[in-house]
Each structure stands twice: as structure tokens, then as C-alpha cells.
């Protein structure tokens, strides 16, 4: 069982940057892959990046490639969003997500387990 946290949301101006964190319960932590979503309103939830559970690299979306970099720390038991050259489409609820497995995971039902989200609001 994992229990996942995020914070660091908020209301940043076009260009700005913000730096999500998800923590996670757990002594296993450093065996899950992990990911990020978002979700807008009236839209359905996408997928932002994923990391693999040896941190080693990320994979991203077409529309945050660039500016977006997902790390890990799994002494923290902490996943990173990176944020930069922030859009006001990239206003969302930022999930993390945690899934036993050593691949990339990019579709929402590979993952087992989410965070409640945390609001991001870019403004124009």
C-alpha cells in the first residue's frame, strides 16, 4: 500500500515556474515507477511524465517536452515536477501516480495508485 501526497501548486504568471512534489508513504517506495498527470476542467486526465523506479531518466509529453523535468528522490521517498516556462494551458490538477514495475507508464490505468492533486493556475 502507498500512499502518495502532492504539494507545491499555485498561481504563477505565464513564464513562471513552479516545483510540484508528491511524497510517498511506504518502505518500497524505491521499487514503484512513477508518474504525473493532470487534469483541466471539462477535460479528461493526461498524462504529464513518468520515471522509472531507477530514476535514471524521464518520459514526457509532447506538450511539456522541454519544460517540464520529473525527478526522485528515494531517500525522501519524494517525486519532482520541474516546471519551467509555465503556459496558461498548463493550468490543471497535478496527480501523482505510483505503479509497481520497471517500465515507463504513460495510460492511467497502469497506475495503482494516486494522490489527491494539487491545483495549478496560470495566468495570462
Known amino acids: 500500500q502507498v500512499q502518495l501526497v502532492e504539494s507545491g501548486g499555485g498561481l504563477v504568471q505565464a513564464g513562471g515556474s513552479l516545483r510540484l512534489s508528491c511524497a510517498a508513504s511506504g518502505r518500497t517506495f524505491s521499487t514503484y515507477s512513477m508518474g504525473w498527470f493532470r487534469q483541466a476542467p471539462g477535460k479528461e486526465r493526461e498524462f504529464v511524465a513518468a520515471i522509472r523506479w531507477t530514476g535514471a531518466s524521464g518520459y514526457y509529453a509532447d506538450s511539456v517536452k522541454g519544460r517540464f523535468t520529473i525527478s526522485r528522490d528515494n531517500v525522501r521517498n519524494t517525486v519532482y515536477l520541474q516546471m519551467n516556462n509555465l503556459k496558461p494551458e498548463d493550468t490543471a490538477v497535478y496527480y501523482c501516480?505510483?505503479?509497481?514495475?520497471?517500465?515507463?507508464?504513460?495510460?492511467?490505468?497502469?497506475?495503482?495508485?494516486w494522490g489527491q492533486g494539487t491545483q495549478v493556475t496560470v495566468s495570462s
Open positions: 501516480a505510483a505503479t509497481r514495475g520497471s517500465a515507463y507508464y504513460i495510460r492511467l490505468s497502469d497506475y495503482d495508485y
